[in-house]
Protein backbone atom coordinates (compact mmCIF):
# COMPACT_ATOMS: atom_id res chain seq x y z
CA UNK A 1 0.00 0.00 0.00
CA UNK A 2 1.20 3.60 -0.56
CA UNK A 3 0.48 6.49 1.73
CA UNK A 4 1.51 9.38 -0.84
CA UNK A 5 2.94 9.38 -5.07
CA UNK A 6 6.16 11.85 -3.59
CA UNK A 7 7.51 11.54 -0.19
CA UNK A 8 10.12 14.70 0.18
CA UNK A 9 12.31 14.52 3.08
CA UNK A 10 13.68 18.13 4.52
CA UNK A 11 11.64 21.83 4.58
CA UNK A 12 14.08 23.60 2.78
CA UNK A 13 13.71 25.68 -0.28
CA UNK A 14 14.28 22.29 -1.85
CA UNK A 15 11.73 20.26 -0.38
CA UNK A 16 9.03 23.49 -0.39
CA UNK A 17 9.33 23.48 -3.92
CA UNK A 18 9.50 20.28 -5.04
CA UNK A 19 6.13 19.49 -3.33
CA UNK A 20 4.64 22.25 -5.08
CA UNK A 21 6.00 21.56 -8.50
CA UNK A 22 5.07 17.79 -7.65
CA UNK A 23 1.21 19.03 -6.34
CA UNK A 24 1.00 20.65 -9.39
CA UNK A 25 2.19 18.03 -11.87
CA UNK A 26 -0.95 15.96 -10.31
CA UNK A 27 0.82 14.12 -8.28
CA UNK A 28 0.08 13.86 -4.04
CA UNK A 29 3.18 15.03 -2.07
CA UNK A 30 3.95 14.62 1.57
CA UNK A 31 6.47 16.54 3.55
CA UNK A 32 8.70 15.56 6.07
CA UNK A 33 11.25 17.37 8.68
CA UNK A 34 13.21 15.91 11.74
CA UNK A 35 13.34 20.11 13.09
CA UNK A 36 10.11 21.37 14.66
CA UNK A 37 10.19 24.72 12.22
CA UNK A 38 10.83 24.41 7.93
CA UNK A 39 13.66 26.21 6.00
CA UNK A 40 17.53 24.80 6.92
CA UNK A 41 19.72 26.75 5.58
CA UNK A 42 17.43 28.35 2.58
CA UNK A 43 16.25 30.26 5.80
CA UNK A 44 19.77 31.76 6.76
CA UNK A 45 20.69 32.42 3.37
CA UNK A 46 20.29 35.93 1.12
CA UNK A 47 17.32 34.70 -0.76
CA UNK A 48 19.44 35.15 -3.67
CA UNK A 49 18.53 33.19 -6.87
CA UNK A 50 20.52 33.73 -9.71
CA UNK A 51 19.10 33.50 -13.38
CA UNK A 52 20.28 34.17 -16.73
CA UNK A 53 17.73 35.91 -19.74
CA UNK A 54 15.06 36.49 -17.15
CA UNK A 55 11.91 38.46 -17.92
CA UNK A 56 13.40 40.52 -14.62
CA UNK A 57 16.74 41.05 -16.38
CA UNK A 58 15.08 42.54 -19.91
CA UNK A 59 12.42 44.46 -18.00
CA UNK A 60 15.77 46.37 -16.23
CA UNK A 61 17.36 46.43 -19.84
CA UNK A 62 19.70 43.92 -19.56
CA UNK A 63 20.15 41.89 -22.45
CA UNK A 64 23.35 40.60 -22.77
CA UNK A 65 23.07 37.77 -20.79
CA UNK A 66 22.23 34.03 -21.16
CA UNK A 67 22.58 30.50 -20.16
CA UNK A 68 25.74 30.02 -21.95
CA UNK A 69 27.15 33.25 -20.42
CA UNK A 70 26.11 32.19 -17.31
CA UNK A 71 27.43 28.69 -17.59
CA UNK A 72 30.61 30.34 -18.45
CA UNK A 73 30.98 32.67 -15.44
CA UNK A 74 29.98 29.42 -13.04
CA UNK A 75 32.23 27.39 -14.57
CA UNK A 76 35.36 30.14 -14.90
CA UNK A 77 35.05 30.65 -10.80
CA UNK A 78 34.51 26.48 -10.33
CA UNK A 79 37.39 25.54 -12.05
CA UNK A 80 37.46 21.87 -12.08
CA UNK A 81 34.19 19.84 -11.65
CA UNK A 82 32.81 16.17 -11.63
CA UNK A 83 29.54 17.53 -13.01
CA UNK A 84 29.74 19.80 -15.81
CA UNK A 85 26.99 18.92 -17.42
CA UNK A 86 24.58 19.65 -14.08
CA UNK A 87 26.32 23.11 -14.35
CA UNK A 88 24.97 23.85 -17.77
CA UNK A 89 21.82 22.22 -16.93
CA UNK A 90 21.10 24.91 -14.14
CA UNK A 91 22.53 27.56 -15.95
CA UNK A 92 19.57 26.30 -18.94
CA UNK A 93 17.03 25.99 -16.60
CA UNK A 94 17.85 29.09 -14.15
CA UNK A 95 15.52 31.42 -15.57
CA UNK A 96 12.27 29.63 -15.89
CA UNK A 97 13.02 28.65 -12.18
CA UNK A 98 12.94 32.16 -10.97
CA UNK A 99 9.63 32.74 -13.42
CA UNK A 100 8.05 29.79 -11.60
CA UNK A 101 8.95 30.96 -8.05
CA UNK A 102 7.66 34.65 -8.77
CA UNK A 103 4.69 33.48 -11.46
CA UNK A 104 3.62 30.44 -9.75
CA UNK A 105 4.90 30.40 -6.43
CA UNK A 106 4.32 33.43 -5.59
CA UNK A 107 7.67 34.80 -4.54
CA UNK A 108 8.56 38.12 -3.80
CA UNK A 109 11.88 38.33 -5.52
CA UNK A 110 13.55 41.50 -7.61
CA UNK A 111 16.44 41.56 -9.68
CA UNK A 112 19.12 43.09 -7.68
CA UNK A 113 20.98 45.59 -9.97
CA UNK A 114 23.22 47.41 -6.92
CA UNK A 115 25.80 44.91 -7.41
CA UNK A 116 26.78 41.67 -9.44
CA UNK A 117 28.44 39.97 -7.00
CA UNK A 118 30.65 37.10 -6.61
CA UNK A 119 31.35 35.00 -9.52
CA UNK A 120 28.40 37.13 -12.29
CA UNK A 121 29.64 39.38 -14.88
CA UNK A 122 26.20 40.86 -15.17
CA UNK A 123 23.26 41.25 -12.34
CA UNK A 124 21.61 38.04 -12.20
CA UNK A 125 20.73 37.74 -8.79
CA UNK A 126 16.71 37.44 -8.11
CA UNK A 127 16.21 38.23 -4.63
CA UNK A 128 13.70 39.38 -1.46
CA UNK A 129 14.03 43.04 -1.18
CA UNK A 130 14.99 42.33 2.40
CA UNK A 131 17.64 40.00 1.78
CA UNK A 132 16.59 37.63 3.98
CA UNK A 133 16.13 33.76 2.57
CA UNK A 134 13.57 33.34 5.17
CA UNK A 135 11.46 35.29 3.31
CA UNK A 136 11.61 33.19 0.58
CA UNK A 137 10.84 30.39 2.58
CA UNK A 138 7.86 32.12 4.22
CA UNK A 139 6.33 32.98 0.53
CA UNK A 140 7.13 28.73 0.17
CA UNK A 141 5.58 27.97 2.83
CA UNK A 142 2.31 30.21 2.25
CA UNK A 143 2.44 28.23 -1.07
CA UNK A 144 2.44 24.83 0.12
CA UNK A 145 -0.01 25.66 2.91
CA UNK A 146 -2.39 27.17 -0.14
CA UNK A 147 -2.15 23.61 -1.88
CA UNK A 148 -2.77 21.81 1.23
CA UNK A 149 0.31 19.25 0.82
CA UNK A 150 0.76 18.18 4.22
CA UNK A 151 4.23 19.30 6.47
CA UNK A 152 4.92 17.48 8.96
CA UNK A 153 8.04 18.60 11.32
CA UNK A 154 9.09 17.04 13.61
CA UNK A 155 9.31 14.22 11.87
CA UNK A 156 13.13 12.56 10.82
CA UNK A 157 13.16 9.79 8.41
CA UNK A 158 15.76 7.30 9.67
CA UNK A 159 16.22 4.93 6.94
CA UNK A 160 15.36 4.30 3.26
CA UNK A 161 12.35 1.44 2.60
CA UNK A 162 14.62 -0.50 -0.12
CA UNK A 163 12.88 -3.28 -2.07
CA UNK A 164 14.30 -4.95 -4.55
CA UNK A 165 16.87 -2.56 -4.91
CA UNK A 166 14.15 0.31 -5.32
CA UNK A 167 13.64 3.33 -2.73
CA UNK A 168 9.88 2.29 -1.56
CA UNK A 169 9.90 5.52 0.99
CA UNK A 170 10.97 6.06 4.88
CA UNK A 171 11.57 4.90 7.81
CA UNK A 172 10.62 8.08 9.94
CA UNK A 173 10.53 8.75 13.71
CA UNK A 174 7.84 10.77 15.34
CA UNK A 175 8.40 11.27 19.25
CA UNK A 176 9.90 8.47 20.06
CA UNK A 177 8.20 5.92 17.61
CA UNK A 178 9.08 4.72 14.20
CA UNK A 179 6.56 4.13 11.35
CA UNK A 180 6.97 3.92 7.54
CA UNK A 181 5.64 5.89 4.92
CA UNK A 182 5.32 4.17 1.96
CA UNK A 183 5.57 6.18 -1.51
CA UNK A 184 5.81 5.38 -5.37
CA UNK A 185 9.38 8.57 -5.39
CA UNK A 186 11.20 9.94 -2.60
CA UNK A 187 12.74 13.14 -3.05
CA UNK A 188 15.90 13.89 -0.60
CA UNK A 189 15.97 17.77 -0.18
CA UNK A 190 17.89 17.49 3.15
CA UNK A 191 21.06 19.92 3.80
CA UNK A 192 24.48 18.68 3.49
CA UNK A 193 27.08 17.16 5.84
CA UNK A 194 28.75 20.86 7.06
CA UNK A 195 27.35 20.02 10.66
CA UNK A 196 28.83 16.88 10.95
CA UNK A 197 32.39 17.26 11.44
CA UNK A 198 33.65 13.70 10.79
CA UNK A 199 32.24 14.17 6.82
CA UNK A 200 33.76 17.12 6.99
CA UNK A 201 37.47 15.98 8.14
CA UNK A 202 36.97 12.96 5.71
CA UNK A 203 35.85 15.07 2.59
CA UNK A 204 36.45 18.92 3.21
CA UNK A 205 39.68 17.99 5.31
CA UNK A 206 40.99 22.03 4.80
CA UNK A 207 38.11 23.68 6.52
CA UNK A 208 38.08 20.76 9.03
CA UNK A 209 37.69 22.73 12.82
CA UNK A 210 36.36 25.92 11.31
CA UNK A 211 32.85 26.62 13.57
CA UNK A 212 29.75 25.95 11.40
CA UNK A 213 27.09 27.92 11.26
CA UNK A 214 24.43 26.55 9.24
CA UNK A 215 21.59 25.00 9.88
CA UNK A 216 21.22 22.55 12.63
CA UNK A 217 20.40 19.65 10.34
CA UNK A 218 23.50 19.28 8.07
CA UNK A 219 24.05 15.75 9.23
CA UNK A 220 24.61 14.14 6.12
CA UNK A 221 22.13 11.89 5.75
CA UNK A 222 22.37 11.87 2.39
CA UNK A 223 25.77 10.63 1.94
CA UNK A 224 25.14 7.91 4.42
CA UNK A 225 22.27 6.73 2.84
CA UNK A 226 23.33 7.00 -0.91
CA UNK A 227 26.42 4.89 -0.26
CA UNK A 228 24.16 2.32 1.11
CA UNK A 229 22.44 2.06 -2.01
CA UNK A 230 25.46 2.12 -3.46
CA UNK A 231 25.13 5.74 -5.08
CA UNK A 232 28.15 7.48 -6.61
CA UNK A 233 28.99 10.76 -5.19
CA UNK A 234 30.37 14.29 -6.78
CA UNK A 235 32.27 17.35 -5.47
CA UNK A 236 32.58 16.05 -2.27
CA UNK A 237 35.63 18.34 -1.17
CA UNK A 238 33.58 21.70 -2.58
CA UNK A 239 32.04 23.65 0.19
CA UNK A 240 30.72 27.46 1.12
CA UNK A 241 32.49 29.27 3.50
CA UNK A 242 32.30 32.97 4.66
CA UNK A 243 35.04 35.45 5.80
CA UNK A 244 33.50 37.47 7.77
CA UNK A 245 30.77 36.30 10.44
CA UNK A 246 30.03 38.68 12.91
CA UNK A 247 31.93 37.93 16.11
CA UNK A 248 30.46 37.42 18.95
CA UNK A 249 26.62 38.57 17.46
CA UNK A 250 27.11 35.11 14.77
CA UNK A 251 25.26 37.45 11.61
CA UNK A 252 26.93 37.27 8.71
CA UNK A 253 28.70 40.56 7.81
CA UNK A 254 27.29 42.07 4.38
CA UNK A 255 30.11 41.05 1.94
CA UNK A 256 29.29 44.41 0.29
CA UNK A 257 31.00 46.35 3.15
CA UNK A 258 34.17 44.18 1.20
CA UNK A 259 32.65 44.02 -2.30
CA UNK A 260 32.48 47.93 -2.50
CA UNK A 261 36.47 48.23 -1.05
CA UNK A 262 36.18 47.33 2.32
CA UNK A 263 39.86 45.67 3.67
CA UNK A 264 40.10 42.77 6.30
CA UNK A 265 43.23 43.28 8.99
CA UNK A 266 44.24 40.68 11.34
CA UNK A 267 45.14 40.98 15.05
CA UNK A 268 48.03 43.04 14.19
CA UNK A 269 45.98 45.68 12.19
CA UNK A 270 47.88 44.14 9.28
CA UNK A 271 45.85 42.67 5.90
CA UNK A 272 47.29 39.00 5.24
CA UNK A 273 45.32 38.26 1.45
CA UNK A 274 43.18 39.64 -1.34
CA UNK A 275 39.75 40.06 0.14
CA UNK A 276 38.32 39.90 -3.59
CA UNK A 277 38.52 36.30 -3.61
CA UNK A 278 35.07 36.18 -2.50
CA UNK A 279 33.55 36.07 1.14
CA UNK A 280 33.64 31.99 0.60
CA UNK A 281 37.28 31.55 -0.84
CA UNK A 282 38.57 33.91 1.73
CA UNK A 283 37.19 32.07 4.94
CA UNK A 284 39.87 29.54 4.72
CA UNK A 285 42.45 32.53 4.68
CA UNK A 286 40.68 33.99 7.63
CA UNK A 287 40.82 31.20 9.59
CA UNK A 288 44.94 30.31 9.08
CA UNK A 289 45.70 34.04 10.22
CA UNK A 290 44.41 33.72 13.78
CA UNK A 291 41.40 33.92 16.11
CA UNK A 292 39.86 37.02 14.91
CA UNK A 293 39.98 39.69 12.00
CA UNK A 294 38.80 42.89 11.60
CA UNK A 295 36.41 44.53 8.68
CA UNK A 296 37.25 48.19 7.87
CA UNK A 297 35.21 49.99 5.50
CA UNK A 298 34.33 53.64 5.02
CA UNK A 299 30.91 55.94 5.22
CA UNK A 300 30.46 55.18 1.26
CA UNK A 301 30.57 51.27 1.55
CA UNK A 302 28.03 51.78 4.87
CA UNK A 303 25.40 53.29 3.35
CA UNK A 304 25.05 50.79 0.52
CA UNK A 305 25.18 48.22 3.19
CA UNK A 306 22.83 50.04 5.27
CA UNK A 307 20.23 48.96 2.29
CA UNK A 308 20.19 45.18 3.55
CA UNK A 309 17.95 44.67 6.57
CA UNK A 310 20.43 42.51 8.11
CA UNK A 311 23.40 45.03 8.32
CA UNK A 312 21.56 47.49 10.13
CA UNK A 313 20.54 44.96 12.35
CA UNK A 314 23.81 43.84 13.19
CA UNK A 315 24.59 48.02 13.40
CA UNK A 316 21.75 48.17 15.90
CA UNK A 317 22.82 45.52 18.20
CA UNK A 318 26.73 47.12 18.44
CA UNK A 319 28.56 44.99 15.90
CA UNK A 320 29.73 47.98 14.07
CA UNK A 321 32.12 50.81 15.33
CA UNK A 322 32.59 53.76 13.61
CA UNK A 323 35.64 56.48 13.96
CA UNK A 324 37.07 59.30 12.37
CA UNK A 325 40.64 58.05 12.33
CA UNK A 326 42.11 54.91 12.38
CA UNK A 327 43.48 54.84 15.57
CA UNK A 328 39.64 55.61 16.51
CA UNK A 329 38.51 52.20 15.59
CA UNK A 330 41.58 50.37 15.85
CA UNK A 331 42.06 51.12 19.50
CA UNK A 332 39.04 49.62 21.25
CA UNK A 333 40.15 46.42 19.71
CA UNK A 334 44.01 46.59 20.47
CA UNK A 335 45.10 46.74 17.35
CA UNK A 336 48.10 49.04 16.54
CA UNK A 337 47.21 52.43 14.92
CA UNK A 338 50.05 53.03 12.87
CA UNK A 339 49.48 49.40 11.42
CA UNK A 340 45.69 50.02 10.60
CA UNK A 341 46.55 53.73 8.74
CA UNK A 342 48.98 52.27 6.78
CA UNK A 343 47.01 49.47 5.48
CA UNK A 344 44.48 51.80 4.60
CA UNK A 345 46.93 54.32 3.13
CA UNK A 346 48.72 51.41 0.75
CA UNK A 347 44.94 50.51 -0.05
CA UNK A 348 43.83 53.92 -0.98
CA UNK A 349 47.29 54.21 -3.20
CA UNK A 350 46.78 50.90 -4.68
CA UNK A 351 43.49 51.79 -6.27
CA UNK A 352 44.38 55.19 -7.26
CA UNK A 353 46.98 53.86 -9.65
CA UNK A 354 44.40 51.20 -11.16
CA UNK A 355 47.23 48.73 -10.09
CA UNK A 356 47.37 45.64 -7.91
CA UNK A 357 48.09 45.53 -4.20
CA UNK A 358 51.03 43.29 -2.77
CA UNK A 359 48.21 40.67 -2.18
CA UNK A 360 47.25 40.78 -5.87
CA UNK A 361 44.14 42.63 -5.61
CA UNK A 362 43.25 45.11 -8.30
CA UNK A 363 39.28 45.93 -7.16
CA UNK A 364 38.88 48.71 -4.56
CA UNK A 365 34.95 49.37 -5.53
CA UNK A 366 34.11 52.75 -4.78
CA UNK A 367 37.76 53.85 -4.82
CA UNK A 368 39.86 55.46 -1.83
CA UNK A 369 38.46 54.78 1.73
CA UNK A 370 37.58 58.25 3.81
CA UNK A 371 37.14 59.08 6.82
CA UNK A 372 34.83 58.35 8.95
CA UNK A 373 35.54 54.49 9.47
CA UNK A 374 33.86 51.15 10.40
CA UNK A 375 35.16 48.41 11.60
CA UNK A 376 33.64 45.13 12.96
CA UNK A 377 35.16 41.92 14.61
CA UNK A 378 34.70 38.78 12.15
CA UNK A 379 35.75 34.97 12.36
CA UNK A 380 35.31 32.47 9.33
CA UNK A 381 32.73 30.11 9.34
CA UNK A 382 31.93 26.78 7.37
CA UNK A 383 28.31 27.35 6.27
CA UNK A 384 27.34 24.35 4.11
CA UNK A 385 28.97 21.45 1.84
CA UNK A 386 28.63 21.85 -1.95
CA UNK A 387 29.37 18.06 -2.68
CA UNK A 388 26.45 15.15 -2.43
CA UNK A 389 25.28 12.75 -4.53
CA UNK A 390 25.66 12.39 -8.15
CA UNK A 391 22.74 13.17 -10.06
CA UNK A 392 21.10 13.50 -13.47
CA UNK A 393 19.42 16.26 -15.45
CA UNK A 394 16.52 15.73 -13.53
CA UNK A 395 18.07 14.94 -10.36
CA UNK A 396 17.37 11.44 -10.39
CA UNK A 397 20.33 9.81 -8.03
CA UNK A 398 23.08 8.15 -9.75
CA UNK A 399 25.13 4.70 -9.16
CA UNK A 400 28.32 3.86 -9.56
CA UNK A 401 27.94 1.79 -12.35
CA UNK A 402 25.86 4.85 -14.40
CA UNK A 403 22.86 4.07 -13.44
CA UNK A 404 20.14 5.15 -11.46
CA UNK A 405 18.62 4.31 -8.05
CA UNK A 406 15.02 3.64 -9.06
CA UNK A 407 12.79 5.93 -7.56
CA UNK A 408 15.05 7.77 -5.68
CA UNK A 409 16.09 11.92 -6.19
CA UNK A 410 17.84 14.58 -4.47
CA UNK A 411 18.69 17.98 -4.56
CA UNK A 412 19.43 20.82 -2.32
CA UNK A 413 22.06 19.78 0.19
CA UNK A 414 21.92 16.20 -0.67
CA UNK A 415 22.91 16.74 -4.20
CA UNK A 416 26.46 17.17 -5.69
CA UNK A 417 26.63 21.13 -6.41
CA UNK A 418 28.06 23.17 -8.88
CA UNK A 419 30.76 24.69 -7.10
CA UNK A 420 33.43 23.18 -8.70
CA UNK A 421 35.83 19.73 -7.26
CA UNK A 422 37.17 21.27 -4.00
CA UNK A 423 37.31 23.87 -1.89
CA UNK A 424 35.25 26.96 -1.66
CA UNK A 425 36.96 29.72 -4.66
CA UNK A 426 34.18 27.89 -6.49
CA UNK A 427 31.22 29.57 -4.78
CA UNK A 428 29.46 31.89 -7.16
CA UNK A 429 26.78 33.85 -4.92
CA UNK A 430 23.38 31.94 -4.86
CA UNK A 431 24.42 28.68 -6.23
CA UNK A 432 23.63 27.03 -3.54
CA UNK A 433 19.41 28.56 -3.55
CA UNK A 434 19.67 27.89 -7.32
CA UNK A 435 20.27 24.09 -7.26
CA UNK A 436 17.70 23.99 -3.95
CA UNK A 437 14.87 25.20 -6.06
CA UNK A 438 15.65 24.44 -9.81
CA UNK A 439 16.40 20.72 -8.92
CA UNK A 440 13.54 20.30 -6.24
CA UNK A 441 11.32 21.46 -8.88
CA UNK A 442 12.66 18.63 -11.49
CA UNK A 443 13.08 16.53 -9.32
CA UNK A 444 9.36 16.46 -8.84
CA UNK A 445 8.40 16.92 -12.22
CA UNK A 446 10.57 13.88 -13.48
CA UNK A 447 8.77 11.73 -10.70
CA UNK A 448 5.40 12.93 -11.18
CA UNK A 449 6.71 12.15 -15.26
CA UNK A 450 6.88 8.61 -14.26
CA UNK A 451 4.01 8.49 -12.24
CA UNK A 452 1.96 9.08 -14.66
CA UNK A 453 3.82 6.51 -17.43
CA UNK A 454 3.38 3.82 -14.98
CA UNK A 455 -0.35 4.41 -14.30
Known amino acids: MVDVDVLVIGAGACGLAAAIAAHDAGASAAIIEKHDRPGGNSSLSTGSVPAANSCFQRAAGITDDSPARMFEDLMRIAGQSDDTALVRRMADVSAETVEWLVDTV ?179 VVRGQGDYAYAIFDQAIFDIAAQEEEFLELVNHGGVKMGDTPADIATPFGLGAAAVAEEIAARNAAAAANGRDRFGRSDFGLGALRAPFYICRVVPGLFHTQGGLRIDGDARVLRKDGGTVPNLFAGGGAAAGISGRAGALGYASGNGLLTAIALGRLAALAAACEIRASA
Not at 157 to 166: D, K, T, V
Not at 178 to 202: S, W, Y
Open 106 to 284: GARLALVTAYKHIGHTVPRLHAPVSRRGQDLVDDLLAAVAARNIPLAVGNAARSLIIENGAIQGAIVETDGAQHAIRARKTILAVNGFAGNPDLVKRYCPEIAGTEYFGARGSTGEAIIWGEAVGADLANMAAYQGYGAVAYPHGSLLSWTTIEKGGIIVGADGRRFGDESVGYSGFAR
